[in-house]
């Protein structure tokens, strides 16, 4: 994988420190990248743009996806910059593992210029914040490259009430779940936030099955309590069971307890593969639901589930 050289490294660091947006506008050159179009990943974890050292650490962070971020936690003074810094670092990652995706600010705060410009440097994708409806994600859509994939917070009480009408392309591949901003939004008490709660239960159920029904990637909420990593293990788990393989981090040690917890077990897997191995073996047969002594009764449904999951440990 390419990395900066430690010339042009100096050279960002020192139009960074200066303020020099023209010297980084200079050294913000595209490149051709190899755009990656996985949707496996479960770790998804935020870095700033606006800190070097941070970015600088892409290539070793355990994250299957990085979000690198322009919105949130970036000065209105830094935005100019970290969105320079964004191009600059896409355009030494040529080629990565990792799945890039640059969350812009809102679209009336700049959004749609950010994508218009990022169009050059060709992130794996687009994360658009505080999105409200369906009109404003074909306007995105519009704007956005044709090669380059579309992500939607959903942390509005008009983008929960539209979340269905939002998958109007194949671009649009993934939506995550913004629970601060929408609980807020619709003026419900973050105390409510737990994991026994029953409206917290229905919205991360409801908000998972509309995402399944779509073909979109469903993305857990952030828990912004990061050095609880009990409760956050917990949450997690509540996760799993419930069909999620997504969630977004804000430190290290989330990322590695996302990784764990969500990877499908060797186990699991193996069995998927012997379901799919006797149900095709059958079917050759003319059938299609039989009772297997070890793994119970197979028809396609159950068929079907298990190559699902094969697929996606593949792709």
């Not at 399944?212 to 990061?226: I, L, P, R």
């Not at 002594?293 to 197979?298: L, S």
Request: contains cysteine; hydrophobic residues 40%; glycine residues 4%.
């Amino acid at each position: 994988m390419k990395t900066i050289q430690i010339d042009n490294l100096n050279s960002v660091s020192l139009a960074f420190e200066n303020r020099d947006l023209e010297a980084l506008r200079k050294l913000a050159v595209p490149t051709q990248r190899v755009v990656n179009r996985s949707s496996d990943f479960s770790s998804v974890l935020m870095l700033s743009c606006n800190n070097i050292k941070h970015l600088l650490k892409i290539d070793t962070l355990e994250a299957e996806c990085i979000i690198l971020n322009l919105e949130d936690g970036v000065s209105r003074e830094d935005k100019p910059f970290a969105l320079l810094l964004c191009a600059i670092f896409l355009s030494q990652h040529t080629h990565s593992n990792k799945k890039l995706v640059v969350r812009v600010n809102a679209l009336d705060e700049g959004g749609y210029e950010e994508i218009s410009y990022l169009n050059r440097f060709m992130p794996d994708a687009i994360r658009v914040p505080k999105i409200k409806n369906r009109d404003e994600v074909t306007s995105v859509l519009e704007r956005l490259n044709s090669d380059i994939e579309l992500h939607l917070s959903i942390e509005t009480a008009s983008a929960w009430q539209n979340l269905h009408s939002f998958a109007v392309d194949g671009r649009v591949t993934a939506f995550y779940l913004g629970i601060l901003d929408l609980f807020a939004d619709m003026k419900l008490p973050q105390s409510l936030i737990k994991r026994d709660n029953p409206t917290m239960l229905y919205i991360l159920s409801h908000f998972l099955v509309t995402c399944k029904s779509m073909g979109v990637k469903a993305v857990s909420f952030v828990y912004q309590e990061f050095q609880n990593l009990e409760e956050f293990g917990m949450w997690l788990s509540l996760e799993k069971s419930m069909g999620y393989d997504a969630k977004g981090c804000i430190s290290p040690n989330q990322v590695m307890l996302v990784n764990e917890i969500f990877s499908q077990s060797m186990q699991e897997l193996e069995r998927a593969k012997k379901i799919v191995e006797l149900f095709e073996l059958n079917k050759e047969k003319g059938i299609s639901g039989f009772v297997d002594d070890e793994y119970g009764f197979i028809d396609e449904p159950i068929y079907k589930g298990a190559l699902n999951l094969l697929t996606d440990v593949t792709h």
